[in-house]
């Protein structure tokens, strides 16, 4: 069974960064897409960035030129740092793990990832 751990999340001031992680147990997919994605209360998650296997990056344009995804094969790890951050991007993230490469505009929409973390919340203060 495939895991998904975050952490990284806290409270931080408008301006200020964090870095969250995403800890995976073992999985075997030659070909995969691992995503972050945010979700207010009563809202549809909405995704912020994702990696495939073939190296593809996809970032949300809200947060392009802020926000760097990247993962750490050898540790089993993804990552988001988060820089320049708003009181808007206060939300609970999630990060997912779709079995597939997602092309297009597949990597934001949350139904196509099988595996989900808990979520990690993040606030920003103004």
């Known amino acids: 069974q495939v895991q998904l751990v975050e952490s990284g999340g806290g409270s931080v001031h408008s301006g200020g960064s964090l870095r969250l992680s995403c800890a995976t147990s073992?999985?075997?997919?030659?070909?995969?897409?691992m995503g972050w994605f945010r979700q207010a209360p009563g809202k549809e998650r909405e995704g912020v960035a994702a990696?495939?296997?073939?190296?593809?990056?996809n970032y949300a344009y809200s947060v392009k030129g802020r926000f760097t995804i990247s993962d750490d094969s050898a540790k089993n790890t993804l990552y988001l740092q988060m820089s320049s951050l708003k009181p808007e991007n206060k939300d609970m993230y999630y990060c997912?793990?779709?079995?597939?490469?997602?092309?297009?505009?597949?990597?934001?929409?949350?139904?196509?990832?099988?595996?989900w973390g808990q979520g990690t919340q993040v606030a920003v203060s103004s």
């Open positions: 990696i495939d296997s073939d190296g593809s990056i």
């Open positions: 997912a793990l779709s079995d597939t490469v997602l092309s297009g505009a597949k990597w934001g929409n949350h139904y196509e990832y099988n595996y």
């Open positions: 073992r999985y075997t997919y030659v070909s995969y897409c």
